[in-house]
């Protein structure tokens, strides 16, 4: 499932990673790149700033598309707090289902004070682990780049923000976040205590694999 759309060759190139455990590669792909011009959207607006964000990137998307020949098709679904709100869970499973049949999911925001004392499997964030769980996306790409013309801008000096071009990559089903078990207990000595495992497979540590997650 990808996770944003590639509306040009000229804009994406594989990225290639060596692991020193294996001679191949990794290959990162973008499965939404086709020849079709022709795309299927699920909206997640959420909640908070999320509806107001998602509407402004949906124009733009429109823009984008009437000026290279891409048509869009947009289905907006409930998630998060907009979601127990309307149906009374944070994924509902026509939610899940509409963004495995798209091209690409395009989320705003999860979460607020309102659903705050709500208990965990209703919190709005559960809904956003429950979809990284079921779409299996495996990682996120969180760019970081300075442009020249903001450079002034930034909080932090000059010398240390310019020239700043670095991509992190941020594992999102795998170690605490999905690991068992996990719950409350008690010690040896009698002492309430509280414990989650961190775990991966093999296949979520050695890069001789080929993973779609752009």
Same mark, same amino acid.
């Given at each position: 499932?990808?996770?944003?759309?590639?509306?040009?060759?000229?804009?994406?190139?594989?990225?290639?990673?060596?692991?020193?455990?294996?001679?191949?590669?990794?290959?990162?792909?973008?499965?939404?790149?086709?020849?079709?011009?022709?795309?299927?959207? @699920?909206? !997640?607006?959420?909640?908070?700033? $999320?509806?107001? &964000?998602? /509407?402004?990137?949906?124009? #733009?998307?429109? *823009?984008?598309?009437?000026?290279?020949?891409?048509?869009?098709?947009?289905?907006?679904?409930?998630?998060?707090?907009?979601?127990?709100?309307?149906?009374?869970?944070?994924?509902?499973?026509?939610?899940?289902?509409?963004?495995?049949?798209?091209?690409?999911?395009?989320?705003?925001?999860?979460?607020?004070?309102?659903?705050?004392?709500?208990?965990?499997?209703?919190?709005?964030? @559960?809904? !956003?682990?429950?979809?990284?769980? $079921?779409?299996? &996306?495996? /990682?996120?790409?969180?760019? #970081?780049?300075? *442009?020249?013309?903001?450079?002034?801008?930034?909080?932090?000096?000059?010398?240390?923000?310019?020239?700043?071009?670095?991509?992190?990559?941020?594992?999102?089903?795998?170690?605490?976040?999905?690991?068992?078990?996990?719950?409350?207990?008690?010690?040896?000595?009698?002492?309430?205590?509280?414990?989650?495992?961190?775990?991966?497979?093999?296949?979520?540590?050695?890069?001789?694999? @080929?993973?779609?997650?752009?």
């Amino acid at each position: 499932m990808a996770a944003s759309l590639q509306f040009s060759a000229r804009f994406f190139k594989p990225q290639h990673f060596q692991s020193k455990h294996s001679a191949r590669p990794a290959v990162i792909r973008c499965s939404a790149t086709t020849t079709t011009k022709r795309y299927t959207i @699920t909206l !997640l607006p959420g909640d908070g700033i $999320g509806p107001e &964000v998602i /509407a402004v990137a949906k124009n #733009a998307l429109k *823009l984008v598309g009437s000026l290279e020949g891409i048509e869009f098709e947009f289905k907006e679904m409930p998630v998060g707090g907009a979601a127990l709100d309307l149906t009374g869970v944070p994924l509902p499973e026509e939610t899940l289902s509409a963004a495995k049949q798209s091209d690409a999911v395009l989320l705003g925001a999860i979460g607020g004070y309102k659903w705050d004392n709500n208990e965990k499997h209703l919190k709005p964030e @559960t809904g !956003l682990l429950q979809l990284r769980e $079921g779409l299996k &996306v495996f /990682a996120n790409l969180r760019p #970081a780049s300075v *442009l020249p013309q903001l450079v002034d801008a930034s909080t932090l000096k000059k010398e240390v923000a310019e020239g700043v071009d670095l991509m992190v990559v941020r594992e999102l089903t795998g170690g605490i976040y999905f690991g068992k078990p996990r719950g409350f207990s008690m010690s040896e000595n009698g002492e309430e205590i509280g414990f989650n495992t961190e775990v991966y497979a093999a296949y979520e540590v050695v890069s001789d694999t @080929t993973y779609d997650f752009c």
